[in-house]
Structures are given as structure tokens and as C-alpha cells.
Antibody, heavy 122, light 108 residues
Framework: EVQLLESGGDLVQPGGSLRLSCAAS????????MSWVRQAPGKGLEWVSA????????YYADSVKGRFTISRDNSKNTLYLQMNSLRAEDTALYYC???????????????WGQGTAVTVSS | EIVLTQSPGTLSLSPGERATLSCRAS???????VAWYQQKPGQAPRLLIY???SRATGIPDRFSGSESGTDFTLTISRLEPEDVAVYYC?????????FGQGTKVEIK
């Protein structure tokens, strides 16, 4: 069974940093692109970032470009999101998501984790 | 960036009725690269439809997707109480991937 388990969410002050992790199991991790998608309280879904299966190509939403860094460790079956210069508007539930293939282009998300909550507030 | 506009915002129907959810793209989405997700209260989203009309594994056949130009439709043929959820469309034709704002389906 495919499982994605996020961790690392916390309460952090504006301007602070946080690193999210997503432990994957039940599939060949390195064969699939992975994404982070967030959902602000009571709001819709927003795609944040994606990384190809090899880790060679990375994509970001404009709203996080230059502040967030996505990475993966295929030897540990783990996806990461380093979040710096956090703002109140980054407050959200952050979902780890598996794509249906290794490349990012024309790939859709087929499995979602349960999410980890990030709150940015003083 | 492709903007997806979903309508209606909320759909309130009785069990057994047909639900029709719309998703309109601001520009052409090539090769039907549209997916639909269901998010039940307090849960993560779940993939229902990909490629505009292909059902994901384990999805009941009362869920179906279709397209006409830049208009995409999710249909629930016979609404059941467990279908109460917010439904999102997403395009994965171009980056950034974008979602519609969601349609909430309620049971009368």
C-alpha cells in the first residue's frame, strides 16, 4: 500500500524557517515525481512545488520561489521542503503528493498524504 | 497561468439526484490534462478522474468526467450521502499546475 507520512509542521514566527519531511513507502520512490500542495485554513488547494523522480528538475509556484527549497533523498525514500522567510500567508496544511510518473510534465497527483500543519504567527 | 473557474460554488441535492459540476479553463488545456479530486471533511484530497474522463482505481462508476473545448464536467449520476465533499478540478497541462476554487456538494 502506498503511504505518505508528513512531519515537521509547527508554529513559527514570521521570518522564521521550518523543514517539512515526507516519508514514502509502498512504491519505488525514485521512479516518481513528488509535489507539495498546501491548503490555507478554510481555503482551496494551492500547488507549491514539484521535483522529478531523479531530483534533476525542480519547479516552484511564484508565491514561494526564492524562499522554499524542495529536495529528495531517494536512498531514504524521503521528500523535503525547506521553508525560509516564512510569512503569515504561508499558514496552511501542507500535503505531500505522489505523481503518476517520474517526470513532472503532464503528470497528475495520484496519492496524497494526510498533511502537516504550518502556522506562521507571532 | 491557466485559471480554472468552477461552478456552482455550492450544490445542494437530494440522494439519488444527478450532480453536475463545471470547470472552465481560461485557455486551452491540451490533450485533456485535467484531473478531479474529492476532499471529504477533515480528509486529504483523493483522485477521482484524470485525463478529463478516466476514472482512478477504485472509483465508483457513478462518477464520470467529460470535456467540451475549455469546459470540463464532473458528473455524479446518483448522489449518495458519502459523496458530501468539496470537489476540485486541476490542470496539469502547463506549469504552474492550478486548481479551481472548488465546488461544495451537500445533501438536502
Amino acid at each position: 500500500e502506498v503511504q505518505l507520512l508528513e512531519s515537521g509542521g509547527d508554529l513559527v514566527q514570521p521570518g522564521g524557517s521550518l523543514r517539512l519531511s515526507c516519508a514514502a513507502s509502498g512504491f519505488t520512490f525514485s521512479s516518481y515525481a513528488m509535489s507539495w500542495v498546501r491548503q490555507a485554513p478554510g481555503k482551496g488547494l494551492e500547488w507549491v512545488s514539484a521535483i522529478t523522480g531523479s531530483g534533476g528538475t525542480i519547479y516552484y509556484a511564484d508565491s514561494v520561489k526564492g524562499r522554499f527549497t524542495i529536495s529528495r533523498d531517494n536512498s531514504k525514500n524521503t521528500l523535503y521542503l525547506q521553508m525560509n522567510s516564512l510569512r503569515a500567508e504561508d499558514t496552511a496544511l501542507y500535503y505531500c503528493a505522489k505523481d503518476n510518473k517520474g517526470g513532472y510534465n503532464y503528470a497528475y497527483t495520484d496519492v496524497w498524504g494526510q498533511g502537516t500543519a504550518v502556522t506562521v504567527s507571532s | 497561468e491557466i485559471v480554472l473557474t468552477q461552478s456552482p460554488g455550492t450544490l445542494s441535492l437530494s440522494p439519488g439526484e444527478r450532480a453536475t459540476l463545471s470547470c472552465r479553463a481560461s485557455q486551452s488545456v491540451s490533450s485533456s490534462y485535467v484531473a478531479w479530486y474529492q476532499q471529504k471533511p477533515g480528509q486529504a484530497p483523493r483522485l477521482l478522474i484524470y485525463g478529463a474522463s478516466s476514472r482512478a482505481t477504485g472509483i465508483p462508476d457513478r462518477f464520470s468526467g467529460s470535456e467540451s473545448g475549455t469546459d470540463f464536467t464532473l458528473t455524479i449520476s446518483r448522489l449518495e450521502p458519502e459523496d458530501v465533499a468539496v470537489y476540485y478540478c486541476q490542470q496539469y497541462d502547463s506549469s504552474p499546475r492550478t486548481f479551481g476554487q472548488g465546488t461544495k456538494v451537500e445533501i438536502k
